[in-house]
C-alpha cells in the first residue's frame, strides 16, 4: 500500500477496510472485457483488487504526489492508464471503448457538483459505483415530499435508476470521516422514464422551483410560467416545488417549452 498522508483540502479519506473493498467490488462484478474508470484512486486500495479481474482501468486522480506514487507503483500494469487531472474538468469523451463503467470513493466536498457534471457523459456510461456521503446518497433515492427530496433528487432520477447498496461505517476509512457513508449505484436508462421537449428547460424548472424550498411553485416560478399555465397541467400553484412528482416537473416543462416554440 502506498504511503501518503491524507490532505484535507482534497477531502482525502483513504478506504481501507479489505471486506468493504471486497463487498464493492463484488457489487461491480467486474470482468476482463469490461472498460471501468476510477475517480479518486487515492493510495489505490480499490485499484489493486480491480487490476486483478484484467479489465482495461482509467483512473484520474488529482493529487501530484499520489499520481507520481501510482505511476511507480503500478505502471507495469499495461491495461492500466493513469491520468493526473482534476475531474471537474476531465474529458470522458477521450476514454474509448465504451460503454464506461464509472466507480470510485468521491471527495464529499465535489461530490455533488461531479454527479451533475457526469450527466454531460450519461451517453457514455453502462453504470456508476460511488462511496458517497450518506447523506448525498438519502437525496438521491428521496421521494417527494420529504426533507431530502430537491433538485439533485429530481434530475437524476429522470437520468438514472438509482441502487443504494449499503452503509459504510466511518472506521473503514483512514482518517474516519466525520459523515457516514453509502455505497450507491446509478445505471441510466436506456429510454428515460417520463418525456421531456427540452432538456435545458426541464432543468431550469427544477432548479427555479428549489431555488427557495419554503415558497410555493407560484412564487418561485412567477418569471418562467403563470398561474394559468402551472394550472393547466392540473398541479395547484399554492404547494411547494418538494411535493412535485417527476412526472409532474416534466409536464411543466413541457408546457413551458410549447409556450416559447
Not at 67 to 80: A, D, G, Y
Not at 97 to 111: A, D, K, M, Q, T
Not at 156 to 176: M, N, R, S, T
Not at 232 to 256: C, K, M, W, Y
Amino acid at each position: 500500500m502506498i504511503s501518503h498522508s491524507p490532505r484535507k483540502r482534497f477531502g482525502q479519506n483513504f478506504l481501507q477496510d479489505d471486506q468493504i473493498i471486497q463487498r464493492i467490488i463484488n457489487a461491480i462484478s467486474p470482468t476482463i472485457k469490461q472498460h471501468l474508470v476510477e475517480i479518486g484512486p487515492g493510495k489505490g486500495a480499490l485499484t489493486e483488487y480491480l487490476l486483478k479481474y484484467n479489465c482495461q482501468l482509467d483512473i484520474i486522480e488529482l493529487d501530484n504526489d499520489l499520481f507520481k506514487m501510482l505511476v511507480e507503483e503500478l505502471s507495469s500494469f499495461e491495461q492500466l492508464q493513469i491520468y493526473n487531472q482534476d475531474i471537474l474538468q476531465f474529458d470522458f469523451n477521450q476514454l474509448q471503448p465504451i460503454p464506461l463503467r464509472i466507480i470510485g470513493n468521491l471527495p464529499y466536498n465535489i461530490s455533488t457538483q461531479l454527479l451533475f457534471y457526469l450527466l454531460d457523459y450519461v451517453h457514455l456510461v453502462q453504470d456508476m459505483t460511488f462511496m458517497l456521503q450518506k447523506e448525498v446518497v438519502e437525496r438521491l433515492i428521496a421521494v417527494p415530499s420529504t426533507s431530502e427530496y430537491g433538485r439533485l433528487s429530481v434530475v437524476l432520477q429522470y437520468h438514472y435508476q438509482i441502487y443504494k447498496l449499503f452503509d459504510v461505517e466511518p472506521e473503514a476509512f483512514w482518517p474516519p470521516p466525520k459523515v457516514q457513508s453509502s455505497i450507491v449505484q446509478l445505471i441510466p436508462y436506456s429510454i428515460p422514464p417520463v418525456k421531456i421537449i427540452n432538456q435545458q428547460h426541464f432543468n431550469k424548472i427544477v432548479t427555479a422551483a428549489f431555488s427557495k424550498r419554503r415558497k410555493t411553485l407560484r412564487n418561485n416560478l412567477k418569471d418562467i410560467l403563470n398561474i394559468e399555465i402551472i394550472q393547466e397541467v392540473g398541479i395547484d400553484p399554492q404547494i411547494r416545488g418538494e411535493a412535485l412528482t417527476l412526472i409532474e416537473f416534466a409536464q411543466l416543462s413541457n408546457q413551458f417549452t410549447l409556450q416559447n416554440s
